[in-house]
Nanobody
Framework: QVQLIESGGGLVQPGGSLRLSCAAS????????MGWFRQAPGKERELVAT????????HYSDSLKGRFAISRDNAKNTLYLQMNSLISEDTAVYYC????????????????????WGQGTQVTVSS
């Protein structure tokens, strides 16, 4: 079992930046593929980015690549999402997710494949 707690959300002006954190407890995340998803009001949950146990294997939503960067610090048992050049359409609840993988190079992208989820953190981009 692994518990995930997101933090770092809040209100930011368009063009601003935020860094979200996902602190994991209960297990080391070294062998967990992890990801960030978001859900805006009235919208389906969508992929933001995912990362394998080894940080060199990543996948981004095409629309977000270049503005967002997913990273992890396994020593700190923490996943991060750096969000830059934020726009109003980025407003959503952002969720951290994890899935155990025997290989640290396996990338998980399907949201229903992740079996551990955080409670979410609200990101609001507004003037």
């Amino acid at each position: 079992q692994v518990q995930l707690i997101e933090s770092g959300g809040g209100l930011v002006q368009p063009g601003g930046s935020l860094r979200l954190s996902c602190a994991a407890s209960g297990r080391s995340i070294s062998h967990y593929a992890m990801g960030w998803f978001r859900q805006a009001p009235g919208k389906e949950r969508e992929l933001v980015a995912t990362i394998a146990g080894s940080a060199d294997v990543t996948h981004y939503s095409d629309s977000l690549k270049g503005r967002f960067a997913i990273s992890r610090d396994n020593a700190k048992n923490t996943l991060y999402l750096q969000m830059n050049s934020l726009i109003s359409e980025d407003t959503a609840v952002y969720y951290c997710a994890a899935k155990f993988t025997s290989s640290t190079r396996v990338l998980v992208t399907a949201p229903n494949a992740f079996n551990y989820w955080g409670q979410g953190t609200q990101v609001t981009v507004s003037s």
